[in-house]
């Protein structure tokens, strides 16, 4: 037959025993199952801020490269630019002028006209007399020439021919193969010139008969004087042109001297001068 519950005092008995299982803490569950249930929470949170840095870095825009080493003990990251103002190009150098005076000795070629490079002045001698000078009607008389000498005389030796126009007093000129000589050691020509902080170009057609003969330029700003000495013993007439470029340090002069050292015929070695350009 079935069992029946125990009844009475038995029953209370059963009852106590089943409540005493009973966990006495009113309910809670033991510390182990707490500490499990939060080391899984900090997980989670763990992961989720990782997450989250990992977005915040990707988002970010990338660092400039690293900064090279030091040049000369400055530091190579680069500053703010500043423009740098720049020079106006139409601001021209100066330039200090000297005394200077330079010389060549050429031959002469067989027509020289006197007019396209005498653009400044121009002088041709002995053409209307021993004396005679025919120049530059508009050259303003920049070439001069000292007192001439007694011991002076008229030629037609040239092997060049001289030409010109727009002169005086002859206005103009063909095929001219005259010029003034001197006769004697000591004798000779003395000229001069204008001269400024710009570079002049005086040229000297001359010649030698028998004769040695020296030029010798000075500028009245200062400097050396500058020479140069040849010769020719034949009788005949040996011609040669100087080309002198010079400047000056301030408004002056250059002096110029053409003049026999020696002569080799007693009865007329000397220098000769046929003409001169200025530019």
């Known amino acids: 037959m079935p069992d029946r519950p125990p009844t009475g005092r038995a029953a209370r008995r059963r009852t106590r025993h089943e409540v005493q299982a009973v966990p006495m803490d009113g309910g809670r569950r033991p510390w182990r199952d707490h500490a499990a ?10 992961a989720v801020v990782s997450f989250g840095l990992v977005v915040l870095d990707t988002s970010r825009p990338n660092p ?17 630019q500043i423009p740098i103002p720049l020079g106006s190009a139409s601001v021209a150098p100066s330039f200090v002028s000297i005394d200077s005076v330079s010389i060549e000795r050429s031959a002469v070629p067989e027509a020289v006209d006197l007019t396209e490079e005498g653009v400044a002045d121009w002088v041709h001698w002995g053409e209307q007399g021993r004396y005679a000078m025919d120049r530059n009607a508009a050259g303003g ?34 095929g001219v193969t005259s010029g003034a000589r001197v006769c004697g050691a000591g004798q000779g020509f003395t000229l001069s010139a204008p001269a400024g902080s710009g570079i002049s170009i005086l040229r000297l057609y001359v010649g030698l008969a028998a004769a040695e003969g020296e030029l010798r330029l000075k ?6 004087t500058v020479t140069d000495s040849w010769e020719h013993r034949g009788t005949g007439l040996k011609t040669a042109a100087y080309t ?22 007693e009865d007329c070695g000397g220098v000769a001068l046929q003409a001169a350009t200025l530019s």
């Open 37 to 46: 249930t939060g080391a899984v929470i900090l997980v989670g949170i763990i």
């Open 64 to 80: 400039p490269p690293p900064a090279g080493p030091p040049v000369d003990g400055l530091a190579a990251t680069p500053g703010p």
């Open 141 to 174: 008389f920049a070439i001069l020439e000292g007192t001439p000498g007694t011991a002076r005389e008229r030629h037609t030796l040239s092997p060049e021919r001289f030409s010109w126009t727009g002169g005086k007093p002859l206005a103009a000129a063909t």
């Open 219 to 224: 500028l009245s700003t200062g400097g050396e």
């Open 244 to 265: 002198v470029h010079y400047s000056a340090t301030r408004p002056g002069k250059i002096s110029v001297e053409w003049i026999t050292r020696q002569s080799f015929d």
